[in-house]
Nanobody, 119 residues
Framework: QVQLVESGGGLVQPGGSLRLSCASS????????LGWYRQGPGNVRRPVAT???????DYAKSAEGRFTITRDNAKNTVNLQMTSLKPGDTAVYFC?????????????WGQGTQVTVSS
């Protein structure tokens, strides 16, 4: 069982920056992939950025060049640094962990944190 707790959301003006953090209840070195997803009003939840335990990363097109995902093994956290924020980035951001068990991959989610980009 993995518990994830997000923090760092809030209201920011267009062009501003925000840093999201997600704390894991277990050693993240044991987690195959950590990621950030977002869900805007009336939309489905979509991936924003993911990072594997090898350090490999993937970004949504909308996030490339503006967002950076990192993992801190010492603190068991995964972070999302967001810059040049746009109103279209407004969404609830969810942390995700994919754990590779012998029986298969299981996915865990945090409760979400609201990010609002508005002037």
């Amino acid at each position: 069982q993995v518990q994830l707790v997000e923090s760092g959301g809030g209201l920011v003006q267009p062009g501003g920056s925000l840093r999201l953090s997600c704390a894991s209840s277990v050693d993240i070195k044991s987690i195959y992939q950590l990621g950030w997803y977002r869900q805007g009003p009336g939309n489905v939840r979509r991936p924003v950025a993911t990072i594997r335990n090898t350090g490999g990363t993937d970004y949504a097109k909308s996030a490339e060049g503006r967002f950076t995902i990192t993992r801190d093994n010492a603190k068991n956290t995964v972070n999302l640094q967001m810059t040049s924020l746009k109103p279209g980035d407004t969404a609830v951001y969810f942390c995700n962990a994919e754990v590779d068990y012998p029986s298969g991959i299981k996915s865990y989610w945090g409760q979400g944190t609201q990010v609002t980009v508005s002037s």
